[in-house]
C-alpha cells in the first residue's frame, strides 16, 4: 500500500513530525530551567516560603517535560544515520564533533545534576542543590547553544572545504561555530523558549486567579510571567528583526517566500499582510499590502529594491505557501505577546494585575502561543531553505538513505501512533498539575526534604491522581 | 599505533560499555518488573533507578551521535542497515522512559504504565542484542553505502545474541537489586539473580562458540597459535568470574554479585574486541577507512580529554548522594 509514496517525501514527513513534537519540550524546558533556578535562587534569598512552593509545583512539571524531551531527543541523534546516511557521511565531519560536544558539555551535565535537582533536596546541602539547579539550566542553554550551531551552519555554511570523497570537512572550527547566522538564531531561540514558558506559567497563575485571587503562589507566579512578556517581547521583536535582515543577506530567497515577494520590486516593495500564494501562477492572489513597508523593516529605507521569486528558477524555490504562512502565524503571536505585556504594565501600574479576570482569561487563552510560534517559527525557517539541507550546497533529496518506501512508511506510522498515545498522555499530565492549586498541599508535599529511614505522609503521594 | 582514530574508536567503545552497564541495570530492572511480588516493590526498584537513568541514556546518545562524528561513514552504513531494530529500540526506549514519570501520575492506570514499562524495557534490550549480533555477524557494504537486504538482521545467531543481552540486562538489574534493597524484595531479587546468572552463562557459552564459526577470520584468531596464549585469558577470567557470582549468590553477599557482573560485562565485551577490531563495520570498513578527518577528531579530543574525565566525577558523585539501600518510602513523588 506504501508503494506509491516517495521515500523522500516520507522521510522529510518523519523527521519533520519527530522533530517539531521534540522541539515542544526543551522549547519549554529551556525557559522553566531557567525558572526554576530563579525561584530556588529568591527562595534562599528572601526565605520566602511562596518561592518554595512555586520551585517544588514547577519542577515537577519539569521532570515529565524533561523525560519526554529526553526520549524524543534519542530518536533525533538516530535518524539523522537510519534516514539521512547520506547527509550524515557527507556533513559528519563538520556537524557531528558540535553535536558530540553538545552531549559532552549539556546533556550530561543535565542529566548527572537533574536526579540532585529533583531528588536531592535534604540528602545534600541547599548551597549544593542550589548548584545542581543551576547546572541543569546552564546545561539547556548549553545544548540549545550547540544544536543551533548545528542548524545554523546548515543554513549558512562557513569554514568548511570538500575532500576527494564529497565529505565537509573542517578548515576553521571558530568560522563554522560562530556562522553568519548562529547569533541572531540563538538569540532569538533562547528568547523564544523564556516567552513560552513565560506565557505557560502566566496562564497557569491566570487560571488559579481566576477561581481565588488571594492565592499568593498564583498571584506570584503571574506577575513574574507578565514582568517577562513585558520586557522580553519586545526584545524579541527587535531580535527578530535582526534575524529578519541575517536572511535577507544569506538566504534572500527565505525572504522572498516569507514576504510572498513573487514579483521583484526595483523601487521599494510593500508588506503584504494577506495574500493566497499561487505557485502555479507564480504570483500572490488577494495582496493586501502595505506600499513601501517590507523594504523599510528589512533596507531601513522606503525605496530600497528588493528582488523576488521571479529571479529564482522554479525549482529551487521553497513552498512558499507554507513559508508565507507560518511566518504570519509566528509574527501574529509575537504581536499579541507584545500586547499581553503592554495591558499587564498599565494593570500593574493602576494595581489592578490581579483583580482583572478579563486579562486573566486572555493570558490563560495565550497559554499555548508560544508553543504555536515556536513551530511556525520553525516552520519558516525550515521549509524556507528547501531544497537545502545544506545551503545552497547539498540538496535534501541528495541527502537522503537508501531507504524503501515500505520501512519508512511502518517507521513513520509508528512513530505518529506511539507519539500521540504517549505524549498524548503526558500533556494530560502536565494539564492535570498545572490544574492543581499551587501551594495548596504544602507541608503534605515534603517529599524531596525527608531523609533517608523517616516514612511519612509522603506515602500517600499527595500529588498522585486520584483513582478515577 | 594510537594515531587519532585508534583513540577514538577505544573512546566509543569506552562510552557504549559504559551504556552497557548502566542502562543495562535500569533496562534489567525493567525486565523483571512484573516477576516482583507487590506494587511496593515495583515502587521501591524504579525509585533505585529514578534519580539517575536519564544520566544512563545519555551515554546511548553520545554512543549514536560520537559514531557519526568520529566515523561518520560507519554511521551511515550501520543506521540503515539496521533500520528496523534501530527504529524499535528507540520507541521501545519512549515507552519505558515515559514510565518512570507517568505511572507516579496516574495511579488509574499504574497498571498501563508497568506494562509499558516491561515491555518497552525488554523490546529495547532485545533489539540491542540483535543489533549487536547482526554487527558481529557482518554487514554488507556497496561503496559508501549499506548493500545488503531489509532482514539481513533476523538471523538465528543475532536472535541468540537478543536472548542473551536480555539475560545479560536482567541479571545486571537484579543483581543492583541485591546491593540497594533489603527485606523481602533483596531475597527476591536474590532468586531472581541466581536465574538470570544461569541464562546469562548458558546464552553467553553459546554466542561465544558460536561467533567463530560466522568466520574463518574470527575462527583464526581464537584458535591459532600464538593468538591463543594471547586470547586464553578472556575465556579462564570469565569462568573464575562466574564461580564468584554463583558463591556470592548462594551465600548473599550483597556487595559482590553487581561488581562480579560488570566484571562479565567487561570479558564479553573484551571478546567481541578480539573478534571485531580493527574493522568498525566489521569484515567491510576499518576505523582508519571510516573515520573523520584529523581536524575533526582533533578538536573532539580536546573537550573529551577535558569533560569526560569531568562527567565520569559528576556522575559518580551522583551515585553517592543516592549511595547505599533505597528507602521504600522515599522518592520525589
Not at chain 1, 239 to 252: R, S, V
Not at chain 1, 302 to 329: C, H, K, M, Y
Request: with cysteine; aromatic share 14%.
Amino acid at each position: 500500500m506504501f508503494e506509491s509514496f516517495d521515500a523522500l517525501i516520507l522521510a522529510r514527513a518523519q523527521f519533520a513530525f519527530t522533530v517539531m513534537f521534540h522541539i515542544i519540550f526543551p522549547a519549554f524546558s529551556i525557559g522553566l530551567a531557567s525558572y526554576l533556578m530563579v525561584l530556588e535562587g529568591m527562595w534562599l534569598k528572601t526565605n520566602n516560603a511562596v518561592y518554595l512552593n512555586l520551585f517544588k509545583y514547577w519542577r515537577k512539571i519539569f521532570a515529565v517535560a524533561f523525560g519526554m524531551g529526553v526520549v524524543s531527543g534519542i530518536v533525533m541523534s538516530y535518524q539523522f544515520g537510519t534516514n539521512w546516511s547520506v547527509f550524515s557521511d557527507k556533513a559528519g565531519p563538520v556537524i557531528g564533533p558540535l553535536m558530540a560536544y553538545e552531549v559532552l558539555t549539556a546533556f550530561f551535565l543535565e542529566a548527572g545534576f537533574l536526579g540532585v535537582m529533583l531528588f536531592g533536596m535534604g540528602r545534600v546541602s541547599k548551597a549544593l542543590h542550589f548548584t545542581a539547579t543551576v547546572m541543569v539550566a546552564f546545561g539547556t542553554l548549553l545544548s540549545a547553544t550547540w544544536i543551533l550551531s548545528v542548524n545554523s551552519w546548515m543554513q549558512t555554511p562557513a569554514g568548511y572545504g570538500i575532500n576527494d570523497v564529497g565529505q565537509f570537512v573542517p578548515e576553521d572550527w571558530m568560522a563554522i561555530i560562530f556562522n553568519p547566522s548562529f547569533p541572531y538564531r540563538l538569540v532569538h531561540m533562547v528568547l523564544a523558549a523564556y516567552l513560552t514558558t513565560a506565557f505557560v506559567v502566566g496562564a497557569v497563575g491566570a487560571w488559579h486567579l481566576l477561581r481565588d485571587r488571594t492565592n499568593a503562589e498564583a498571584r506570584k507566579m503571574f506577575s513574574m510571567a507578565m514582568w517577562m512578556a513585558a520586557i522580553v517581547a519586545p526584545i524579541q521583536v527587535v531580535a527578530g528583526d535582526f534575524h529578519g535582515i541575517n536572511t535577507l543577506e544569506h538566504q534572500p530567497v527565505k525572504v522572498m517566500a516569507m514576504e510572498g515577494h513573487y514579483e521583484s520590486h526595483p523601487d521599494g516593495a510593500p508588506l503584504y499582510l494577506f495574500g493566497i500564494p499561487n505557485e502555479e501562477e507564480q504570483r500572490l492572489d488577494y495582496a493586501v499590502g502595505i506600499p513601501k513597508a517590507s523594504s523599510l523593516i528589512l533596507k531601513h529605507d522606503l525605496n530600497a529594491p528588493l528582488a523576488g521569486l521571479d529571479t529564482v528558477p522554479d525549482e529551487l524555490q521553497p513552498p512558499v505557501g507554507i513559508v508565507f504562512w507560518s511566518f504570519r502565524i509566528m509574527v501574529g503571536l509575537g504581536t499579541l505577546m507584545v500586547l499581553v505585556g503592554a495591558v499587564s504594565l498599565f494593570l500593574r501600574w493602576r494595581g489592578r494585575l490581579y483583580d482583572a479576570p478579563l486579562f486573566h482569561r486572555a493570558a490563560v487563552a495565550m497559554g499555548p502561543a508560544g508553543f504555536v510560534a515556536v513551530l511556525a517559527g520553525w516552520v519558516t525557517t525550515e521549509v524556507g531553505r528547501q531544497p537545502y539541507t545544506i545551503y545552497g550546497l547539498l540538496t535534501t533529496s541528495d541527502s537522503l538513505a537508501p531507504v524503501a518506501p515500505p520501512a519508512v512508511a511502518a517507521s513513520f506510522l509508528a512513530f505518529v501512533v506511539v507519539y500521540f498515545a504517549l505524549f498524548g498522555f503526558g500533556t494530560l499530565y502536565i494539564l492535570k498539575m498545572m490544574n492543581k492549586p499551587p501551594g495548596s498541599l504544602e507541608p503534605l508535599d515534603e517529599g524531596p526534604t525527608r531523609t533517608a529511614g523517616t516514612t511519612g505522609l509522603a506515602s500517600l503521594r499527595p500529588d498522585a491522581l486520584p483513582a478515577e | 599505533m594510537f594515531d587519532l582514530p585508534t583513540i577514538w574508536a577505544g573512546l566509543l567503545a569506552l562510552a557504549i560499555f559504559i551504556y552497557v552497564i548502566l542502562d543495562g541495570f535500569d533496562l534489567g530492572i525493567g525486565i523483571v518488573f512484573p516477576f516482583l511480588s507487590s506494587d511496593k516493590d515495583r515502587d521501591t526498584a524504579m525509585n533505585s533507578v529514578a534519580p539517575v537513568w536519564d544520566g544512563n541514556e545519555t551515554w546511548l546518545v553520545l554512543g549514536g551521535g560520537g559514531l557519526m562524528a568520529a566515523f561518520p561513514l560507519a554511521y551511515a552504513i550501520v543506521m540503515p542497515a539496521l533500520y528496523a531494530p534501530f527504529i524499535i529500540m528507540i520507541l521501545a526506549l519512549v515507552f519505558r522512559g515515559v514510565a518512570f514519570e507517568y505511572r507516579w501520575r496516574d495511579k488509574a492506570h499504574e497498571k498501563i504504565w508497568d506494562r509499558s514499562f516491561f515491555f518497552g524495557s525488554l523490546i529495547a534490550t532485545f533489539c540491542q542484542g540483535i543489533v549487536l549480533g547482526a554487527f558481529v555477524q557482518g554487514i554488507e557494504v556497496n561503496g559508501r553505502a549499506y548493500g545488503g537486504g531489509w532482514w539481513d538482521w533476523l538471523t538465528p545467531f543475532t536472535v541468540t545474541c537478543g536472548i542473551a543481552l536480555t539475560a545479560g540486562y536482567a541479571l545486571l538489574g537484579t543483581t543492583w537489586l541485591v546491593l540497594k534493597t533489603e527485606g523481602d524484595l533483596r531475597d527476591q531479587a536474590y532468586r531472581l539473580a541466581r536465574i538470570t546468572a544461569l541464562a546469562t552463562l548458558v546464552f553467553v557459552g553459546v554466542v561465544s562458540l558460536w561467533t567463530p564459526f560466522l568466520s574463518p577470520e574470527i575462527a583464526e584468531r581464537w584458535f591459532t597459535f600464538p593468538n591463543l596464549l594471547f586470547v586464553m585469558p578472556v575465556p579462564t577470567l570469565t569462568a573464575i568470574l562466574a564461580a564468584i557470582l554463583g558463591w556470592s549468590l548462594l551465600t548473599k553477599r550483597d556487595q559482590v554479585p553487581f561488581p562480579t557482573t560488570i566484571g562479565l560485562f567487561a570479558l564479553c565485551f573484551a571478546g567481541l574486541g578480539i573478534g571485531i577490531a580493527p574493522y568498525i563495520v566489521p569484515r567491510a570498513i576499518t576505523i582508519q577507512e571510516a573515520a573523520a578527518p584529523d581536524a575533526s577528531l582533533s578538536f573532539m579530543l580536546v573537550g573529551a580529554a577535558i569533560l569526560l574525565p569531568l562527567i565520569i566525577a559528576y556522575t559518580a558523585y551522583s551515585y553517592w548522594v543516592f549511595r547505599g539501600k533505597v528507602d521504600p518510602e522515599a522518592g520525589y513523588h
